[in-house]
């Protein structure tokens, strides 16, 4: 069984920063690639950012220049640091874990990011 612990959500002002973590335990095997999705009320889930075992990262354009994806591969641990945060930031933020067989992704249970202007 595989779990996915999300933390570092919360409330902050615009052009405040956050930091997201999430952790990945159990039965998780050989992980490709880790990311970060939102979803704000009333749209579709997009991908903010991912990062690959091998360390290529890729950005949503609204994530570029403000937002910074890493891991730590010895403890299955994606991290998502936002800064100079937008009011349009606010949504839920999942974490996304994927691998090369079935199932092949695994999502966390969600953090809420809100920002205030």
């Known amino acids: 069984q595989v779990q996915l612990v999300e933390s570092g959500g919360g409330f902050v002002q615009a052009g405040g920063s956050l930091r997201l973590s999430c952790a990945a335990s159990?039965?998780?095997?050989?992980?490709?690639?880790m990311g970060w999705y939102r979803q704000a009320p009333g749209k579709q889930r997009e991908l903010v950012a991912s990062?690959?075992?091998?360390?290529?990262?890729n950005y949503a354009d609204s994530a570029k220049g403000r937002f910074t994806i890493s891991r730590d591969s010895a403890k299955n641990t994606v991290y998502l640091q936002m800064n100079s945060q937008k009011v349009e930031d606010t949504a839920a933020y999942y974490c996304?874990?994927?691998?090369?067989?079935?199932?092949?992704?695994?999502w966390g249970q969600g953090t809420q990011v809100t920002v205030s202007s």
């Open positions: 159990g039965s998780i095997g050989s992980i490709s690639a």
């Open positions: 996304n874990v994927r691998r090369s067989y079935y199932p092949s992704q695994f």
């Open positions: 990062i690959t075992s091998a360390g290529s990262t």
